[in-house]
């Protein structure tokens, strides 16, 4: 088992561009979820997936943002147009049930490190 | 609103003393609460969690606590080791088909050799 992998680990961009982050979750897991990590905040959703549908987006902070999973093993965040406030560590997560979540929790991927100047 | 809330932004024990990290919650609706481990550059790793018909849940040197009239739990360590030095969440859950877990702000812990 990889895990959840997370592409690209680190990326630096400048204000004004598009970036996309990439995930794919464990395999067989039903339920995806992007987090932001940020000093100020800590670590914070932004949406969950269910069986590939989106289920709460409340916590992607505007219209720039936008995440997709056209499939059961592959799913993006997009930022667009970045900015500089933006910069953060942005993880993706995977759990299979309810029942794991609540004993087990999620697995989170390794992270992408954004920087937006 | 903070929903979770870890007051220690950082602890510094010394090895093979007893670590305790302190969590804090508001929302009565959770029903289970987890622990997770972040070391640099890596992603957080799930650690030990509780249900909260339970009071204590223990799993080798890491100890759980929940007191929930005081919707506070801690997390024990014993003995602490340099190899727990990293950052520790603090998580809530609340079922009903709701997969979301809220997390605090993140202890660091430094054990000291």
């Known amino acids: 088992d990889a895990g959840v992998i997370q592409s690209p680990r680190h990326e630096v961009t400048e204000m004004g561009q598009e970036v996309t982050l990439r995930c794919k979750p464990i395999?067989?897991?039903?339920?995806l979820f992007w987090y932001r990590q940020t000093m100020m905040r800590g670590l914070e959703l932004l949406i969950y997936f269910n069986n590939n549908v989106p289920i709460d987006d409340s916590g992607m902070p505007e219209d720039r943002f936008s995440a997709k999973m056209p499939n059961a093993s592959f799913s993006t965040l997009k930022i667009q147009p970045s900015e500089p406030r933006d910069s953060a560590v942005y993880f993706c997560?995977?759990?299979?049930?309810?029942?794991?979540?609540?004993?087990?929790?999620?697995?989170f991927g390794s992270g992408t490190r954004l920087t937006v100047v | 609103d903070q929903q979770v809330k870890q007051n220690s932004p950082s602890l510094s024990v010394q090895e093979g003393r007893i670590s305790i990290l302190n969590c804090d919650y508001t929302?009565?609706?959770?029903?289970?609460f987890l622990w997770y481990k972040k070391y640099p550059a890596e992603g957080p790793t799930f650690l030990i969690s509780?249900?909260?018909?339970?009071d204590k849940n223990e799993d080798g040197r890491f100890t759980v606590f929940l007191n929930k009239s005081a919707k506070h739990l801690s997390l024990h360590i014993v003995p602490s080791q340099p190899g727990d030095s990293a950052v520790y969440f603090c998580a809530a859950y609340s079922g009903a088909g709701s997969y979301q877990l809220t997390f605090g702000k993140g202890t660091k812990l430094s054990v000291i050799p």
């Open positions: 929302n009565s609706m959770f029903d289970y």
């Open positions: 395999s067989g897991h039903n339920s």
């Open positions: 509780i249900s909260s018909i339970k």
């Open positions: 997560a995977s759990s299979l049930g309810v029942a794991r979540v609540a004993n087990y929790g999620y697995t």
